[in-house]
Structures are given as structure tokens and as C-alpha cells.
């Protein structure tokens, strides 16, 4: 449900975060939890949260008017217990992986407009998004293929697999045990253009 394709381009966002970032694409990675979870263990600059398994109706709720035809019938979902990272990748952290592999991003990106709907927009990236960004911000600007190439990147860098998490996982992460239209509950659907995970 909160997940969404444009084109190929999937929106992924993270526990904890509303993100803001003008329809740009981020990167929230999982992996399987800790075995032996004595420490947390650490990927890059980041650390992960073990989410515990549970269920939870995953889709559209009855009273969302505002629902894709994808997000319903609501159904139940058994999550089981997993590992997300708390923080989105940062543009630092993209840069590093650029410079190390030579991957090419594009120049090309998908983005929301006030007043316009998601479309490409040629010559915006991850370097030049359309707005100033530190590398401590999220990285945007990328897409699932980019995602993918980052985590099998950091997956042979740190000798661990890692992966994206799934629609369900991210939802029920997200959601924090919510049953509301929206996980953040009291905050106006229409936020002056900003929307957190779809």
C-alpha cells in the first residue's frame, strides 16, 4: 500500500521518518535480525532495528476515499520478525558507493511538483536534485535499480546480505501498530507538498 511504482521507480521510505523530499525515491534497507544480537550491528554509517513479527491488515482502510485500486480488499498479513535500518541512506553514503563502483545513476528524475503530477524531469539526479542537500540528507533521486545496485555494493562490502524490505514489512514498520487512513494519524492528508512513504 505504501509502496507505489511510477514507471519502474518504487518509493521507499523509512520507520520513524516522514519524509518531505518533493516525490523523490529513497533508499530504507533490511536485512535478516542479528543471531546473536549481543550489539547492534552496523552498515556503513547506520544502524538497524529489530522489528518484531506480528499481523497486522495490510490495504486500503474503509473509510480512505483517496485509496489506489491496487491497496484493497485489505487482507491480513503475517510479518515475521526482521531487521530495518533506522535511517535512510544518506547522500553521503550513495557518493561513497558511486565513487568505489563508478555506477551511473542517470540523469534523469522522477519528481512531484506542486500544482503537477509525478513525471521525469531530465537533468536532475542524485548529485543535483532541484533543491540544496547535505550528505547527511536522504538521498534522492534514485530508483529500485539503484537501490538494488547500493545494496549489493554494501552487501560485499560488509560480508552480510542485505535487501530492500518488502511492501508488507515496510508498512508494518511504518504503521507502528496504527489502524488510522494514514500512520501519522492527526496530520492532514494534503500537506503543503510533502507526504510520508507513498
Known amino acids: 500500500m505504501l509502496r507505489r511504482h511510477v514507471g519502474r521507480i518504487a518509493t521507499i521510505a523509512t520507520l520513524y521518518v516522514l519524509v518531505c523530499t518533493a516525490g523523490q525515491t529513497n533508499i530504507t534497507i533490511a536485512r535478516e535480525p542479528n543471531v546473536d544480537s549481543a550489539a547492534p550491528h552496523v552498515f556503513v554509517d547506520g544502524a538497524f532495528q529489530t522489528i518484531q513479527g506480528g499481523e497486522y491488515e495490510m ?3 474503509p473509510n480512505d476515499t483517496d485509496h489506489l485500486g491496487n491497496e484493497v480488499p485489505r487482507h491480513r498479513v503475517t510479518i515475521t520478525r526482521f531487521a530495518l535500518a533506522r535511517n535512510l541512506v544518506t547522500r553521503g553514503q550513495f557518493a ?7 555506477y551511473d545513476a542517470g540523469n534523469a528524475c522522477h519528481g512531484w511538483v506542486p500544482g503537477d503530477d509525478i513525471h521525469e524531469h531530465r537533468g536532475l539526479n542524485w548529485k543535483h536534485p532541484g533543491f540544496h542537500q547535505s550528505n547527511n540528507d536522504p538521498v534522492v533521486c534514485v530508483n529500485w535499480d539503484d537501490a ?3 545494496i549489493a555494493w554494501l552487501s560485499r562490502i560488509q560480508g552480510r546480505p542485505y535487501r530492500l524490505p518488502t511492501e508488507a514489512e515496510w508498512e508494518y514498520a511504518a504503521r507502528g501498530g496504527t489502524t488510522s487512513i ?17
Open 59 to 61: 490495504g486500503a482502510v
Open 96 to 102: 561513497r558507493f558511486v565513487a568505489q563502483t563508478g
Open 148 to 150: 538494488q545496485a547500493y
Open 182 to 198: 494514514r500512520f501519522w494519524v492527526r496530520i492532514p492528508a494534503k500537506m503543503t507538498g510533502c507526504y510520508a512513504g507513498t
